[in-house]
């Protein structure tokens, strides 16, 4: 999760902004949220984060699982599932709801409430004052073990997900770009298929398909309960206690482990694309690069090196390369490292012209190999830092924001005092640290430096035509 770039708070921006930022920490006594957590007997995690400025709260269930659980030849099945959870249903004495039923009840009450799903996760969420908080908390249980799955609803709503996928993807060059590198950069593992779903996977998804995931994955000792708000531990704890505490446990399941191939992907020729859309070209790079679960250290010295070279405006490659040389309109760095498996890095520019892609490239390459082979100034690591954890202090002032953060990184086996103590950890990097991160990962004269896949999006040629 990366806080730096939080600017809004809404859950769209969060959920694009905040995905590793306080993922990695030793313990200390300054705490971020002064979280406090409980658990259920049948397994459910529960973390509330007090907030008294206004009698609202944020409630978030994140399941432990995501598209890349998925069975072979079932891709978007994950997604598929969070649209189906929308479509009616009903628990034990936690009543019958129908379809659409949910958000006209939060929409109600004035409060607003979404889904997303990753990778690694799904979640669910409503921000509602906290007199209907335990209302939310009944309907949300209701639909952990009781989706109905009208077969009239399953069948329009992957007529839903297909529009989706050509409005997000087949009809976005950019996209398709995306999704034809991320593809190359995880060959063997599913990180490498899309979130969304291959069109023809989705095209045959049937009920059953839906259920036996529901079945499988969504139980209370698969999930966290995370509460931001006007609340306490106690009130969370009760209310809890009557409406998810009448789920059992699911049966146990296999250990999250994915099949993963060699980290040494053979060199890859650029991926080029032209379409008649593009006015202006695009060049992108990622390298795949380890998460926090691989190893910590590397994750946070990456985390500070990319606010040294990519930060917008002040960053080392848009100075060199945008003002100085003018290579480039528009260029940017960024990692995602708060994954189950591995993470990644990537550069995103926006070329000065169509003939400068080469110069561009080759240009990068010179600013990585100087932060391989010098390393940032002491100066740059601590400004780094500082606006790092200044821009931090604004998710403490966010209801949704701590929910988001916390339950990103614990839904992927981060411990919440990890998430906590991340200010701490982030302030132990030096400048040798992000040295030797860039040697090992981004050293272009460096041949067992970790695989990188490149793309290249240009406009149609009048004489080539559209490929």
Known sequence: MRLNNI?????????????????????????????KSAALDNGLQIVVVENHRVPVATHMIWYKVGAADELPGKSGIAHF????????????????????????????????????????????????????LEKMMQIEAARMRGISMPEEDVVSENKVIQEERRQRTDNNPSAQLAEKMNAALFPAHPYGIPVIGWMEEIENHKRGDAKHF?????????AILVVSGDVTLPQIVEMAKRTYGKIPKGEPLPPRIRKHEEQNIPPHDPIIMKHENVREPLFKRIYR??????????????????????APSTGRLYRALVIEKKLAANIGLYCSLGSWDDGTLGISATPSSVDGVSALRDAIDDELRKMASDGPTEEEVKDAIKRLKNSAIFAQDSLSAPAMIIGSNMVVGIPLDDVENWPEAISTVTAEDIKQAAMVYLNPDRPTSTPYIEGIL??????????
């Open 81 to 132: 599932l969070e649209h189906l959870m929308f479509k009616g249903h009903g628990y034990l004495g936690l009543g019958e709801y129908a379809p659409g039923e949910f958000s006209r009840i939060v929409r109600s009450i004035g409060g607003e409430d979404n889904a997303f799903t990753g990778q690694d996760y799904t979640a669910y969420y409503q921000s509602v004052a906290v007199e209907h």
């Open 289 to 310: 690069v380890p998460g926090y679960r691989q190893d910590t250290n590397t994750s946070l010295a990456l985390e500070v090196l990319e606010e040294i070279m990519g």
């Open 214 to 222: 529901y079945d499988l994955f969504y139980n209370p000792d698969n």
């Open 458 to 467: 240009l406009p149609v040629d009048s004489s080539e035509g559209e490929k």
């Open 7 to 35: 600017k809004t708070l809404s859950f769209l921006s969060i959920l694009s902004a905040v995905f590793i930022l306080f993922a990695f920490a030793p313990a200390c006594a300054e705490k971020m949220f002064n979280a």
